[in-house]
Each structure stands twice: as structure tokens, then as C-alpha cells.
């Protein structure tokens, strides 16, 4: 008959777990919410200047005058529309029950 040995202990319990380094800075929710709008903001402006030479007769390429401002237009209305869903998320969890 055969004997029973003993239960070996799993082979991950003498391996050495890395723990997460925290020196490598994670940026939070909030500042690339600020990132991004002050990247609306730089293309909003960018187009107002593009706009204005265009009026004054300056710019040279009405195409490119036209691709800002569509550009800018389309980031504010990914804009707004990113934070009608926070603020609609915001209200869900308020209406949440403890």
C-alpha cells in the first residue's frame, strides 16, 4: 500500500511579490479634466484668431480657417456633452438608497 505524504505548500508562497512603486505619479480624474479643457480652450482661441484674419482680409487659406473652427466647435461639443454625463451620473448616485 502506498503511503500518504505530507501537503506541499503552493510554490507561490516562496516567490518574491513585487509591491506597486510610488514613485511613478498617477494622474487623477481632475487634472486631466483641466488638461483637456484648457485644450478647448487653446483651440477656441485659435480659432477666433483664424477667424479674425480671415475677416481682416490676412489669412491666406480659408480652408485651414474652417478646419480650426470645426475642430474647436466639435471639442466643445465633446465638452458639454462629457459633462452632461457627469453631472447625469452625479444625479444618479444621489438618488441612490443607503
Do not use: C, W
Not at 485659435?46 to 487659406?61: F, I, P, W, Y
Not at 447625469?88 to 441612490?96: G, L
Amino acid at each position: 500500500m502506498n503511503t500518504i505524504s505530507q501537503i506541499q505548500t503552493p510554490f507561490l508562497q516562496d516567490q518574491f511579490i513585487p509591491k506597486a512603486q510610488a514613485d511613478k505619479k498617477v494622474e487623477g480624474f481632475s487634472e486631466m479634466l483641466k488638461q483637456q479643457l484648457e485644450n478647448v480652450n487653446q483651440s477656441q482661441k485659435a480659432s477666433d484668431v483664424l477667424t479674425n484674419q480671415l475677416a481682416a482680409g490676412e489669412a491666406k487659406d480659408i480652408h485651414e480657417v474652417m478646419i480650426t473652427s470645426q475642430k474647436a466647435s466639435l471639442s466643445l461639443q465633446l465638452t458639454t456633452q462629457v459633462r452632461n454625463k457627469v453631472v447625469e451620473a452625479y444625479q444618479e448616485i444621489m438618488r441612490m438608497q443607503v
